[in-house]
């Protein structure tokens, strides 16, 4: 049963080395996806699955211990998925189909989590495709919240990025009002609205947290859970959220 989520944006800029220079502009999302890392840690779970949108080859599930990379955002930097696996760890978690290299957003996970010292509970990862169906996304949240007894989740993804007229997808008028729902939404707790998000204004916003969230609305479904919003903003056009659900 799910009893906790943090809900944290994915930009490698979050990493102060990626970002270098322009490391400040993003210290006060850095200091709130530290705390919504701390109430996944105060929630006691038996098992941290992090979920995050990722390319084709990146899609599908990764272990504790897998590997990510800066190195194509030019630092030499590397991370992992939670600690190393303890030695002696079953087939099933160091397997080579899970130890691909970690998709941007859950590598991004990595740090906060190397930065947080996480060890409450085993880490699981899960790159979740852009296209994937609401319906599909809910399910699979819904498998995953009777994964334990006790299932935190950490859920990385970004609003639109088309809030500024300099932003990635550059200026989408819609983006402002998606962004303001998804915020609400997330802040909230409220599931049936983000069962709700528009799939097909999302990927035309290019918010890629919408598949993540509807992933983590699957698996609170029925949780009961409170949420709490601790950060929104969208620097560099790009909308960020971060929000505790407990």
Do not use: N
């Not at 400040?24 to 038996?46: F, G, I, M, N, T």
């Not at 030695?87 to 099933?92: F, L, N, R």
Request: aromatic share 4%; charged share 20%; net charge negative.
């Amino acid at each position: 049963m799910l009893v906790a989520a943090a809900v944290c944006p994915s930009p490698p800029l979050l990493v102060p080395e990626v970002a270098a220079g322009a490391a400040p502009e993003l210290d006060a999302a850095r200091a709130a996806c530290s705390d919504a890392v701390a109430v996944l840690a105060a929630a006691r779970p038996d098992l941290l699955v992090v979920i995050g949108p990722a390319e084709q080859s990146g899609r599908g599930p990764h272990s504790q211990g897998a590997r990510g990379s800066f190195q194509g955002f030019g630092v030499d930097l590397d991370v992992r998925l939670g600690p190393a696996p303890a030695p002696g760890a079953s087939a099933s978690t160091t397997s080579p189909e899970t130890q691909r290299l970690l998709p941007p957003s859950l590598a991004v996970a990595g740090w906060l989590l190397a930065h947080a010292r996480w060890s409450s509970a085993p880490v699981e990862g899960l790159g979740v495709g852009e296209p994937l169906a609401p319906e599909r996304c809910i399910q699979v949240g819904g498998e995953i919240g009777k994964r334990a007894d006790r299932v935190a989740l950490l859920v990385m993804g970004d609003s639109s990025a088309c809030r500024t007229l300099k932003a990635p997808g550059y200026l989408d008028e819609r983006a402002a009002g998606f962004d303001a729902e998804a915020g609400r939404a997330l802040g909230a707790a409220d599931v049936a609205a983000l069962k709700a998000l528009d799939e097909e204004l999302a990927y035309e916003l290019k918010a890629a947290g919408r598949a993540p969230w509807q992933v983590l609305a699957g698996a609170a479904d029925g949780a009961g859970l409170s949420g709490e919003l601790l950060y929104e903003d969208a620097p560099y056009g790009v909308g960020y959220v971060v929000a505790t659900w407990s």
